[in-house]
Nanobody, 116 residues
């Protein structure tokens, strides 16, 4: 079993920055693709971006160039640096981790609100 603990959400003004963290703990052999998703009120959950264990990244068009995903494999942690935030980035952000052969776990979600 793997547990995820997310942190870093909050209220930020448009144009501001936030950094989310997601730390994995528990019993596993290998963390594979780690990623971030978000769900805005009244909308479906959508992909923000992913990162492989070798550092390859993939981003949604809506965040490319503003958001950066990184990971620290020693700390079993994935990060989401969000810059130039817009009101439409307001959502609950969820961490997602694939581990071992076919397992997957979701974080509890952290709220990001972009508003003046």
């Amino acid at each position: 079993q793997v547990q995820l603990v997310e942190s870093g959400g909050g209220l930020v003004q448009p144009g501001g920055s936030l950094r989310l963290s997601c730390a994995a703990s528990g019993s596993f052999f290998r963390l594979n693709v780690m990623g971030w998703y978000r769900q805005a009120p009244g909308k479906e959950r959508e992909l923000v971006g992913t990162i492989t264990n070798s550092g390859g990244t993939n981003y949604a068009d809506s965040v490319r160039g503003r958001f950066t995903i990184s990971r620290d494999n020693f700390k079993n942690t994935v990060y989401l640096q969000m810059n130039s935030l817009k009101p439409e980035d307001t959502a609950v952000y969820y961490c997602n981790v694939n581990y071992d052969k076919y397992s997957e776990v979701w974080g509890q979600g952290t709220l990001v609100t972009v508003s003046s």
